[in-house]
């Protein structure tokens, strides 16, 4: 082909290697120099493992992954992928958008089977389709480096769905973070997904979110979840689960004792779905984020999930954002946390409700028991302009205007609170020195912004990330590190 032409080894005895031919019952051979020959015709998938190899061993140890993937592009009669030969050797690499389709994904399928630096590829919205990906499992079969996967948004169907099911149930792999998103999985892709799962403990992190499944699915999951003893991590976001598909995946979740995060947005689970997630959190002891914003849940589901929240131990993030909950629900969650001395509560995210000043001061009574919450709301209704103001003027800025008067760093200052003068505090005993200090006078909502902005999320806050919070003044403003 004449635009091959520019890709071909620029050596002075070359001799042009020809195509095999297209049919999928074709084995294809690699030969990553110019010939003796090609061999075209053998049986598919004779007494070999994958559709992928490289007919002479010799050659294949000793070519450069340019040349192989070259020499795979000329073979599938695509153009090779420039961003690719530039970044075959790197830990990480992103083809999304590329535009690949099924050879051009075989052709980089064939340059990864002997890689050994890739350990995460990125190939969302290349329309990889079911051809594409049984060249990736093929690969797979032999290359045990790649760890993370992204092939969302790729038109795999149900099809596809068996491909990668029929793969991963060998446990046969190093893949621990799977991407499928929005790969038009419907009702009957659950089934073969499920049946891998269950028996699978490899992967770790799954995305599932942006397709089809509703209330079949959601029963095949909670089926997979209760006997499932790998996954960590567990996106559904945007699919079609409402009470009956919620119910059974809450069912499976009571006795799952790996599963620590799992979104549920953005589905119909609604308020009798919100009594299966207050049965979860009363019994589940391994959950610690879980995400149900915009399912319908209104203030009698945030009734049920309270009773959860005031026995369970382990959730430290909880999302409730664009449900209909009023300041009512609000008071019930937040009271529900009060009430339990165990909670681990870090984040309560109800951020389209709209709050009272007695919601202010019944959420103080929280935070004086669990200072490490957050309560995260859309305002504070019925505040005077002068209360506004106090609540919610910028901390950092006033911590700076007293440092740059007494020509000091923002890090100092906070180096200053703390008795071993170190840059690191926990969070309560940071929380209860900026409370008592009387340098800068603060509200306890500035302080919570103040340590949101300072937290490691380890329980300690760092004032080394102060350095990127300064505000500048002109010419005068202050690099902490300049000391």
Known sequence: MDNDKPLQPETEDETETELVPQSSDKTLYCEAEPPPTVEKVKPARENSETDLEIEDN???????????YLEACKLVGVVPVSYFIRNMEESYVNLNHHGLGPRGTKAIAIALVSNTAVTKLELEDNCI???????????????YYLQEMNISNN?????GARIISDFFERNSSSIWNLELSGNDFKEESAAPLCQALSTNYRIKKLDLSHNQFSDIGGEQLGQMLAINVGLTSLDLSWNNFHTRGAVALCNGLRGNVTLTKLDLSMNGLGNEGAVALGEVLRLNSCLVYLDVGGNDIGNEGASKISKGLESNESLRVLKLFLNPISMDGAILLILAIKRNPKSRMEELDISNVLVSEQFMKTLDGVYAVHPQLDVVFKAVQGLSAKKTIFLLTNPMKLIQNYADQHKITVMDFFKSLNPTGTMKMSVDEFQKVMIEQTKVPLNQYQVREVIRKL????GMVNFRH????????????????SK
């Open 466 to 481: 102060a350095v990127s919070l300064t505000v500048p003044h002109g010419n005068a403003a202050i690099n902490p590190l």
């Open 455 to 458: 937290d490691e999320k380890t």
């Open 129 to 143: 389709m079911e051809e594409g990906v049984l060249s990736l499992v093929e690969m797979l079969q032999e290359n």
């Open 58 to 68: 010799e050659k294949f140890f000793t070519t450069g992954q340019k040349e192989l």
């Open 155 to 159: 038109h795999l169907g149900l099809e």
